[in-house]
């Protein structure tokens, strides 16, 4: 889920400035694919004056696999022996 969600955010951020930057310098989808390609047609990462667009995408998501009985419960131990069944006064 977190994956999809960072995934996501990167397109939307990607084509945000993208198009703002389109509208900015005038230019046409063709510009901007030759702006931002290599030779191989692979998308180099945004730039612009030595700052580069940060992809969310690229976070590592760990998940706690490992910890099972590990999290500690804010419950005592005996909690579970402690509780007693109430009856209801309307019958």
Known sequence: MCKTTLKSLDRFVWWRVTSWWMTRHH????DL????????GRWKPLTANGAELFAPQSVA???YRDRGN???TPWPANHASTARTVESPVR
């Open 61 to 63: 998501v760990t998940r």
């Open 33 to 40: 694919r030759r702006r931002f390609t290599d030779h191989d």
């Open 27 to 30: 230019w046409s989808w063709k």
């Open 70 to 72: 590990t999290i500690p």
